[in-house]
């Protein structure tokens, strides 16, 4: 089983900055694609950005340029700096990723979602 634990929500104005950060823990072998999804208020989740193993890097539309994922597969993390935001930004953000685990082969594991909220 892999469990993963998001943290570094919380309260900013408008053009502020947030820094969310993820720790996988338990029988990890080896981890593949990870990212963070978004979901506000009476809206479906979305993809915020993705990072794959080798370090490619895709984006929503609607962050480019504000928001940069990174891991650091040695710590078993994975980040999300968000700048410039805006009160659309305004979410539950959860992490995800895909883990093979010993005796469970390949899945993919979500957090329990951290709030996000962008006063204008």
């Known amino acids: 089983q892999v469990h993963l634990v998001e943290s570094g929500g919380g309260l900013v104005q408008a053009g502020g900055s947030l820094r969310l950060s993820c720790a996988a823990s338990?029988?990890?072998?080896?981890?593949?694609?990870m990212a963070w999804h978004r979901q506000a208020p009476g809206k479906q989740r979305e993809l915020v950005a993705q990072?794959?193993?080798?370090?490619?890097?895709r984006y929503a539309d609607s962050v480019k340029g504000r928001f940069t994922i990174a891991r650091d597969d040695a710590k078993r993390t994975v980040s999300l700096q968000m700048d410039s935001l805006k009160p659309e930004d305004t979410a539950v953000y959860y992490c995800?990723?895909?883990?093979?685990?010993?005796?469970?082969?390949?899945?993919?594991?979500w957090g329990q979602g951290t709030q996000v909220t962008v006063s204008s």
């Open positions: 995800a990723g895909v883990f093979r685990s010993s005796g469970a082969g390949w899945a993919n594991y």
């Open positions: 338990g029988e990890i072998d080896r981890s593949d694609d």
């Open positions: 990072i794959s193993r080798s370090g490619i890097t």
